[in-house]
């Protein structure tokens, strides 16, 4: 079975400063896909960035990056020039490539972006 | 607004009872998708409907039911309510999977 840790509960950054949330993931398939999810205390969760295992690119989304390691099944998410906006609980999710199309979720990374 | 629509917001209910909850998806999208999230246990996966049919089940409980009608929207119903089952439940759709979920904003369900 897939699991799916998120070993910071909360962290904070100041206002433009530059953050990384981590992520681990364990599974024995070769093909999948990675999320980061963002829910504001507005409760709405909000696609972040998406990366495709097969592909080694690290995808980038404006000041959203990923730093994907497959072979180390790493991939967090870093904010670069952080905005007061980006507070908010966020979560890392996996999918299978194939069959049920469901979410394995971590358990979140309370961040604070402090003024 | 996502185009994920979920009614009702909030849901206070005693426990025993049985409510229903409802989500239209977002236009076109055939899959839908339920999870709640709850202090304890996180974002869990219930259950996925495709077009009507029931594709794939999560860790639902046999006190919790779904089901896709034909115009693709879905309702998630709970009886036999217990305190444990107070939680945020959201629904989401997809048109390819492959680009990530649109969730509804969720409802927040709290029984007392």
């Known amino acids: 079975a897939q699991t799916v840790t998120q070993s910071q509960p909360e962290m904070s950054v100041q206002e433009a400063e530059t953050v990384t949330l981590s992520c681990t993931y364990d599974t024995s398939e070769n093909n999948y896909y990675l999320f980061w999810y963002k829910q504001p205390p507005s409760r709405q969760m909000i696609l972040v960035i998406r990366?495709?295992?097969?592909?080694?690119q690290n995808a980038t989304e404006n000041r959203f990056s990923v730093n994907f390691q497959k072979a180390a099944k790493s991939f967090s998410l870093k904010i670069s020039d952080s905005q007061l906006g980006d507070t908010a609980m966020y979560f890392c999710?996996?999918?299978?490539?194939?069959?049920?199309?469901?979410?394995?979720f971590g358990t979140g990374t309370r961040l604070k972006v402090l003024a | 607004d996502s185009g994920v629509t979920q009614t009702p917001k909030h849901l206070i209910t005693a426990t025993g009872q049985r409510v229903t909850l409802r989500c239209s998806p977002r236009s076109g999208d055939l899959s839908v998708y339920w999870y709640q999230q709850s202090l304890d246990q996180g974002l869990q996966f219930l259950i996925q409907y495709y077009n009507g049919e029931e594709r794939a089940k999560g860790n639902i409980l046999e006190r919790f039911s779904a089901q896709q009608f034909p115009d693709l929207h879905s309702e998630l119903n709970l009886s036999s309510l217990e305190l444990g089952d107070s939680a945020l439940y959201f629904c989401?759709?997809?048109?390819?999977?492959?680009?990530?979920?649109?969730f509804g904003s969720g409802t927040r369900l709290t029984v007392v």
């Open positions: 999710a996996f999918m299978m490539a194939s069959g049920t199309y469901k979410y394995i």
């Open positions: 989401a759709s997809s048109a390819d999977v492959y680009y990530g979920y649109t």
């Open positions: 990366q495709e295992a097969y592909k080694q």
